[in-house]
């Protein structure tokens, strides 16, 4: 499943082959990754924008427009965004997106369980929808410390591994990096 530290894994290798493409055509190829919303309708509005950054919050990827509007990706347990893509993912059953850039190359959304999701935000709405989520701290930030867990931590009456699954004391952490934590601990 992936977590903070694979999302920003994809991320960092995303980034740099993605900002500052046009994204000409889109292919959104089942149906239940951008629900409520039609698929038609989401990669209709996609068409054409600039990827302006790829960045990061918590396990969700961030495609920043430059319109304004943000592209959420949540990968859950088994997604995976491939730029560029591999060999034969015309033919891959698993590949439930293509989106296809100005320079001829392709970004693959694949995700074998299907349970990932894509959420385009209009301009003005990111910082409202994480905060509905309310995520708590970056744990990769520069202000995340020991402290400031403890105070997220403070007066919980949950174990240990559930409090720090809880994503608003710290966004991102997952299951296996919880386990790891209170075992080095």
Request: charged content about 30%; hydrophobic content about 40%; cysteine-free.
């Amino acid at each position: 499943m992936p977590e903070l530290p694979e999302v920003e894994t994809i991320r960092s290798r995303l980034a740099p082959g993605l900002t500052g493409r046009r994204i000409e055509r889109v292919d959104i190829r089942d149906a239940r990754l951008t629900r409520p919303e039609p698929p038609e309708a989401v990669a209709a509005a996609l068409e054409g924008e600039r990827i302006a950054d790829v960045r990061r919050r918590g396990k969700y990827l961030v495609v920043a427009l430059e319109s304004g509007r943000h592209l959420l990706v949540h990968l859950r347990m088994t997604g995976n965004v491939l730029h560029p893509a591999p060999e034969g993912a015309e033919d891959d059953p698993y590949v439930r997106a293509v989106a296809s850039l100005d320079n001829r190359s392709d970004v693959v959304y694949r995700d074998v369980r299907r349970f990932g999701t894509w959420e385009l935000l209009e301009a003005g709405e990111l910082e409202e929808y994480f905060a509905s989520r309310r995520l708590g701290e970056e744990p990769l930030g520069r202000s995340f410390t020991r402290e400031r867990l403890g105070s997220a931590l403070a007066g919980r009456r949950a174990p240990v591994k559930s409090a720090l699954l809880d994503q608003r004391a710290a966004a991102g952490i997952g299951n296996i990096y919880a386990d790891e934590a209170l075992w080095y601990a």
